[in-house]
């Protein structure tokens, strides 16, 4: 059965607008959850949309379904992005999302397998999803020859780590063409930005020099997404980076691109432009005004 | 004449100068292959340790079920979970002190939190790994990993005993560590001797002291009880070839007999065996103790020989143990 066969076919603007959905509700469960992640599950809002609802064959109503694609977060963190578009899905009611880092919740602060069906592995701790995703890849290529894919959605930060080259070397010698790794190049890590910290570039060129296809995308675009994933599934006998260029905090203007805001919720930022207790609020206001504007754009 | 259990079927030579000897990792390729047999879902991963591994003849014998992942432990743990999640039972094998010395926040995460169904096999682990020195002479993994969550963890005392312990890794569904050793030790079990998961077996009786030892020490164990034998002191000697989950039953009946226990094996005297074993007493059934181990230190080269009796762990340490121990009991 294909799944994908059944599912809605959504278009770029009712994606988009399902991005704005995400974007509100990742912000509210976390300002109802005083502490969390922003910058990244913003960045990332896009990336997710395409996924759940164009990309991949899933069935929310059965998450362990085996002919399902894979979708590993490697850097767990930006949880709260997977949850909202995993809820929107239909994995879990959206009410769910209230429970956010709470007492007895299956939506830990870092994602876990065996708390939550749909959630594919346990992951917080940085630089390993890449490793895991090439093992089921394998698995899926050369024992079971199946027809899934696996995509595993890592962070720029994380390539700091030994682990992630160690994935990259492996998914290359075994030719893992139903490997796609969406890497988030938000350039900042926690202590500041990716290229003072420990520099990445050049990116692309590192990625080829390991035998790796790579494709270059604006992260926030949906149709460049999903063109990017539907190029990454025709390439043969190499696995394929998607470097998704996005903005950390996208959609709300005194979040964008400042580490700032990489790891506290609405409600706990730096107040230079917005005083805490109207964070929400005002990023709330200003995805709204977003979404009102996507709403009045003609159909493409 | 030491009281062996007819019922543990041990070897006819036990006390015999020509008792057939192998390494412990000899018994994993032997069970890997059967394992490999059995399911078609056992698959080997290796870190370019494949012949000293002995995962050799399952990836001559399954090659499509082999997977070389280079000298990348970190890469071995997660790429191995990957594959559990994706419904195979991976074995990944290195030396104990890369895996789970270098990976161990890996195994952590992604095979014991997530209860992936990977089984961790650690060879080269304790002292008598030899010339090689410290660095490759594992003595703290049983430590690492018998506080994690999910995590089973056999210490197989022979060739024979490593077997079944492999075999059972891939019948059982969960993490499982294996810890094996590089040197060659006597094969005093056979193919009929009992070996359960989380069960501890007596292989000799005796009333007046327990020896509990896991491993090839568990020989040495054997060798101090018999000469105990001839002084007057009968031991008792239990193989707790799975220090977790530890068979509180069996151990805390024969020392609520004895009274006194000494613990044996070739790892840290800090939270292996002996500190399971201290945790257990201390909680549930106080009686003098000595733990027989490493003491706090690094080890170094040598032979294996040599260097268990510099660390103060063959059989005349045992005794002497086992003599303090007896001095103690009220």
Known sequence: MDYNGAMKQYSIKELELKANDIRQDL????????SGHSGGPLGMADVFTALYFHIIKHDPKKPDWEERDRIILSNGHICPVRYAAMAHAGYFPLAELDTLRKFGTRLQGHPERMRLPGVETTSGPLGSGLSQASGMAYVGKHIDKKKWRVYCLTSDGEHDEGNTWEAVMFAAKYRLDNLTQIIDRNNIQIDGNTEDIMPLNPLKEKYEAFNWNVIEIDGHNIEQIIDACAQAQATRNKPTLIVANTIPGKGVSFMENRYEWHGVPPGKGPEDTVPKEKQLEVALQELQAWREEIEARPET | ??????????????????????????????????????????????????????????????????????????????????????GKIPFIS??????????????????????????VVGAHAGISVGPDGATHQMLEDIALMRVLPHMVVFYPCDVEEARKATVAAAEYKGPVYIRLARADTPIFTTAKTPFAIGR????????????????PLLYEAFIAAKQL???????????????????????????????????????????????????????????????????????????????????????????????RVLNRKS
């Not at chain 2, 100068?17 to 080997?44: F, H, M």
């Not at chain 2, 002996?274 to 003098?288: F, S, T, V």
């Open chain 2, 94 to 119: 290195s030396y104990a002190a890369f895996s789970p010395g270098r990976n161990y926040e890996q195994i952590r995460t992604t095979i014991a939190l997530n209860d992936a169904n990977v089984k």
């Open chain 2, 200 to 215: 501890a077996e007596i292989f000799a009786e005796g009333n007046d002291v327990t020896i509990i030892a896991a491993g």
């Open chain 1, 27 to 34: 912000l509210k469960a976390l300002a109802k959850a005083k």
């Open chain 2, 229 to 323: 034998e001839d002084e007057g002191s009968s031991a008792e000697v239990i193989n707790c070839h799975t220090i977790k989950p530890l068979d509180e039953k069996t151990i805390l009946a024969s020392v609520k007999k004895t009274k006194a226990v000494v613990t044996v094996e070739e790892h840290q005297v800090h939270g292996g065996l002996g500190g399971a074993i201290a945790e257990l007493l201390g909680q549930k059934y106080p009686a003098p103790l000595e733990i027989i181990g490493v003491q706090d230190r690094f080890g170094e080269s040598g032979n294996p020989a040599e260097l268990l009796d510099a660390f103060g762990l063959s059989s005349p340490h045992i005794v002497k143990a086992v003599e």
């Open chain 2, 1 to 86: 004449m030491i009281m062996i259990r007819k019922n543990a079927y041990l070897s006819e030579k036990l006390f015999d100068e020509d008792i057939e000897q192998g390494p412990t990792r000899s018994g994993y390729g032997k069970g890997l292959v059967e394992a490999g047999e059995k399911n078609k879902n056992v698959v080997a991963l290796c870190a370019d340790l494949t012949e000293s591994t002995r995962t050799e003849a399952f990836a001559q014998k399954f090659p499509e079920r082999f997977i070389q992942v280079g000298v990348a432990e970190q890469n071995l743990a997660t790429a191995g979970a990957g594959m559990a999640l994706a």
